[in-house]
């Protein structure tokens, strides 16, 4: 058989995973990985730096369930990149980084760029090696695409030196691997299926918390079975939103606390006990109600409180086994009245809303902006969250309707993240509205690529909450007498010009009265689009009852 390069390769073992795009900026070191893949078919989509094309990667396996795959160049293109993998680690998002170098003959010898990176990328991955020889690329290539996607998802690290992308092979020596990965789902241990069965049955108040696993799992229709068939409330984090359309009966959305301190029995799926309950402390859960906690990760069950069914595995096979435990044994529910208390508190709450989501005051409120933003969104909008403060604002007040349709950065809180999640939301959802709340602050570190929106045609909506700060941060400092000292940002800054020079369509917006106007111009345009629009920078989510950074719930 004909020799093929390296890049060749690659991509060919890419073509077979599926691979319809692959996020980069360019480099010396992995050129002939572009050759390879524009070979195959697979497009190319460049950003003005790698962490946004780690994150575009992750964004990818948020919206469509299957690895995204970047590509960067050696040394301090793969260190520009790992804010994005460690976001994907911790999130956890299947999505595979792959990496240059310089060449194996002259490691050590002082060659440009050389770099462990593959050592120093392992503590932040499932899998991280260098590949050294050409032909074995697919073999790599099938390693990392089965390790980031086997059990618990994550990210996945291939570093593959420029004399490998550049090195031929006889194709007669190359192995493809096929049929190396399954589909099979991991089902609960039925003894724990069966114990949590039971609570449930018991149960007066049941709860359910559902988070990520649901949406990694492709198990919405699942949760929407088993929460009808106990008739409890439910509350969505990270992922997890759009599992439930907003408008079930069922679903909450501020009355969480009130559901928590009342039940006696809570069912954690996909949800760990971590800062975003209060680290299981007794003031969230004082009539110390039955926990029965779902997880994909073994390792997240039980912590920081003891619970009383702890089950390990695939979200939608658990949820399957837990609802024929329940109609085998006749169960029926306690009736509406317990999820018709939790949603009457939700509905008061949402009520005492609604003064500031109309709020005329100028500057402008930002559950104002949030309101109008959400009365503008389509059904199967996707909405990406960027900031702070802003995109606590937005997570209370809009409507997420479809799985996959809300993206944040997760645990990790990591600002930046949302113009890669961006991108690759548009291009894996052509035709459909994508709109990215920035912070001022979280514009500022990713917002240049505002550009490939442009580029590539992505009419990508960008809504800038301008309150010239670091607003929580900002807010947190001045409550406890400081000065606010490298807090604040400049609120005179028209973020519109930006986009403005970039060729995409922009407005500033000061009225409120012209936010809706505004929008809707933006969204009919047809191009990549940014607001700037200046809210009032002395308004708080902590100033209505809310949480801080480190309570808020992603």
């Known amino acids: 058989m004909a020799e093929v390069s390296g890049g060749l390769l690659f991509a060919k073992a890419l073509k077979q995973e599926g691979v319809e795009y692959v996020f980069t900026l360019n480099g010396g070191h992995i050129y002939n990985l572009y050759e390879g893949c524009a070979a195959e078919g697979i497009k190319i989509i460049d950003f003005r730096h790698e962490q946004v094309a780690a994150h575009a990667a992750e964004g990818w396996a948020k919206v469509t369930g299957k690895p995204g795959v970047a590509i960067v160049t050696a040394g301090p293109g793969v260190t520009d990149a790992v804010t994005g993998v460690a976001n994907a680690f911790q999130a956890p998002s299947p999505m595979i980084m792959v990496g240059g170098n310089a060449g194996i003959f002259d490691h050590l010898r002082g060659g440009l760029q050389d770099f462990d990176s593959a050592t120093f990328l392992k503590p932040i991955t499932k899998f991280s ?32 030196p420029i004399d490998i992308v550049n090195g031929m ?9 096929q049929r190396y990965r399954t589909e099979a789902r991991a089902y609960g241990d039925p003894d724990y299926i069966q114990r949590a069965a039971d609570i449930i049955k018991n149960a007066e108040r049941p709860m359910v918390l559902a988070g990520s696993d649901v949406w990694w799992c492709d198990a919405a229709e699942e949760l929407r079975g088993f929460i009808e068939r106990i008739d409890a409330p439910v509350f969505l984090n990270a992922m997890g939103r759009g599992s439930i359309h907003s408008s079930h009966p069922n679903l909450g959305s501020l009355g969480r606390r009130y559901g928590l301190v009342k039940s006696d029995a809570v069912i954690l799926i996909g949800t760990p006990i971590d800062f975003r309950l209060s680290y299981g402390e007794a003031r969230l859960f004082p009539q110390d109600p039955k926990l029965i906690e779902i997880m994909m990760d073994p390792n997240k069950i039980g912590l920081n409180r003891d619970v009383d069914a702890g089950i390990v595995g695939d979200t939608k096979a658990v949820l399957s086994q837990l609802l024929e435990a329940l109609s085998g044994a006749g169960y029926q529910s306690k009736g509406r009245s317990w999820v018709d208390e939790v949603m009457a508190e939700d509905r008061k709450l949402k009520a005492a809303d609604e003064e500031l989501l109309n709020s005329n005051a100028n500057p402008i409120h930002p559950m104002r902006l949030c309101k109008e933003l959400r009365d503008v969104l389509d059904e199967d909008a996707t909405v990406i969250g960027d900031g702070g403060d802003i995109v606590t604002f ?4 809009l409507n997420i309707n479809k799985p996959g349709h809300w993206l944040d950065p997760g645990q990790f809180g990591c600002l930046g993240a949302g113009s890669g999640f961006a991108a690759a939301a548009q291009l894996a959802r052509p035709g459909k509205q994508v709109c990215i709340v920035y912070g001022d602050g979280g514009f500022g570190l990713t917002g240049f690529d505002v550009e490939s929106y442009v580029r590539f045609k992505l009419p990508v909506v960008s809504v800038v909450g301008n309150n010239g700060a670091w607003n929580q941060t900002t807010q947190g400092v001045k409550r406890r007498g400081g000065s606010g000292l490298a807090t604040y940002l400049s609120q005179d800054t028209d973020y519109a010009k930006i986009m403005e020079g970039m060729g995409g369509h922009s407005e500033r917006v000061t009225d409120p009265e012209a936010i809706r106007p505004a929008l809707e111009r933006a969204f009919s345009s047809g191009k990549p689009a940014l607001l700037d629009v200046v809210i009032d920078p002395d308004v708080s989510y902590g100033m209505m009852g809310g949480r801080s950074r480190e309570q808020r719930q992603y």
């Open 394 to 397: 937005a997570a209370r007040v």
């Open 129 to 160: 090696e260098q590949v050294k020889r050409v032909e074995r690329i697919p073999e790599y290539v099938a390693n990392a695409f089965r390790s980031a996607t086997s059990g618990v998802p994550g990210p996945a690290y291939l570093e593959i």
């Open 169 to 177: 092979a006889d194709e007669a020596n190359v192995r493809y691997p």
